[in-house]
């Protein structure tokens, strides 16, 4: 009886130890986010280790504030990632934990941004990775809603910060005209918008918002804000993108 109940015992440990086929491989060497960025030092880099990185999901397609992509936060930094999928915010929710199995996934610049991806079928320099191929590369442990952004000035964002979850405080968005919209309406459509932040030493932050946000027709606020989102960069400048409408 003994001898048979420690081999029900050895079978049922192989058996939760095995690791599924579609999951993320278990013998892997996880890196930052930072050092993962580091290894592309030109246009693009295929990942052909068994690396693997974790973070936290911090945006997604959940407000309609960005388009095809997630981003996912750790100590080192912030990375984007590119997603095809009707409804991204249901396969990341915000603040679940996640593993990404690197192998066989590309790192490409986009303008001075790194975002990751499947390796290009077109011209574009990244694929996205499609629902198909998503469980094979991604894995979600848990949920870590202790997550803190990084309380920043506007004059000490750097190219490390593309893609970090930052916080700026007692900021005002400045108004081109009373009652005025996150987005400008042109023929009754949103129009994806900068809008500007003004701190009170009078130095300004450019601000995007996507003209999918789902509140592109609501009137900004006119107070003293603290807003919360990531960094991001185009055209020889930087500029936040709010997440999950984080304003305080």
Same mark, same amino acid.
């Given at each position: 009886? @003994?001898?048979?109940?420690?081999?029900?015992?050895?079978?049922?440990?192989?058996?939760?130890?095995?690791?599924?086929?579609?999951?993320?491989?278990?013998?892997?060497?996880?890196?930052?986010?930072?050092?993962?960025?580091?290894?592309?030092?030109?246009?693009?880099?295929?990942?052909?280790?068994?690396?693997?990185?974790?973070?936290?999901?911090?945006?997604?397609? %959940?407000?309609?504030?960005?388009?095809?992509?997630?981003?996912?936060?750790?100590?080192?930094?912030?990375?984007?990632?590119?997603?095809?999928? =009707?409804?991204?915010?249901?396969?990341?929710?915000?603040?679940?934990?996640?593993?990404?199995?690197?192998? /066989?996934?590309?790192?490409?610049?986009?303008?001075?941004?790194?975002?990751?991806?499947?390796?290009?079928?077109?011209?574009?320099? @990244?694929?996205?990775?499609?629902?198909?191929?998503?469980?094979?590369?991604?894995?979600?442990?848990?949920?870590?809603?202790?997550?803190?952004?990084?309380?920043?000035?506007?004059?000490?964002?750097?190219?490390?910060?593309?893609?970090?979850?930052?916080?700026?405080?007692?900021?005002?968005?400045?108004?081109?005209?009373?009652?005025?919209? %996150?987005?400008?309406?042109?023929?009754?459509?949103? =129009?994806?918008?900068?809008?500007?932040?003004?701190?009170?030493? /009078?130095?300004?932050?450019?601000?995007?918002?996507?003209?999918?946000?789902?509140?592109?027709?609501?009137?900004?606020?006119?107070?003293?804000?603290?807003?919360?989102?990531?960094?991001?960069?185009?055209?020889?400048?930087?500029?936040?993108?709010?997440?999950?409408?984080?304003?305080?």
């Amino acid at each position: 009886m @003994i001898f048979l109940l420690l081999t029900i015992f050895s079978m049922l440990c192989a058996v939760a130890c095995e690791p599924s086929s579609n999951n993320a491989p278990s013998r892997s060497e996880e890196v930052s986010i930072a050092h993962l960025k580091s290894l592309c030092k030109g246009d693009h880099y295929r990942i052909v280790s068994d690396y693997a990185v974790r973070g936290i999901v911090v945006a997604t397609d %959940w407000l309609g504030e960005l388009h095809n992509s997630a981003i996912i936060i750790d100590e080192s930094g912030g990375l984007e990632i590119a997603i095809e999928s =009707q409804n991204i915010s249901r396969l990341l929710p915000i603040f679940s934990e996640v593993k990404i199995a690197c192998n /066989g996934l590309m790192l490409a610049r986009i303008g001075s941004k790194i975002e990751l991806g499947l390796p290009p079928t077109g011209d574009f320099p @990244i694929d996205n990775i499609d629902d198909e191929k998503f469980g094979r590369y991604v894995r979600i442990e848990g949920v870590n809603s202790d997550v803190v952004a990084l309380t920043k000035r506007f004059s000490e964002i750097g190219a490390d910060d593309i893609s970090r979850l930052v916080r700026f405080d007692n900021v005002r968005i400045v108004l081109d005209e009373p009652k005025m919209l %996150w987005c400008n309406i042109v023929d009754d459509a949103p =129009q994806t918008t900068f809008r500007t932040l003004v701190d009170s030493e /009078g130095n300004t932050f450019d601000l995007r918002i996507l003209s999918t946000c789902y509140y592109a027709r609501e009137e900004v606020p006119t107070n003293e804000i603290s807003v919360i989102g990531v960094i991001d960069y185009s055209d020889n400048r930087y500029f936040l993108r709010i997440i999950n409408k984080s304003i305080i």
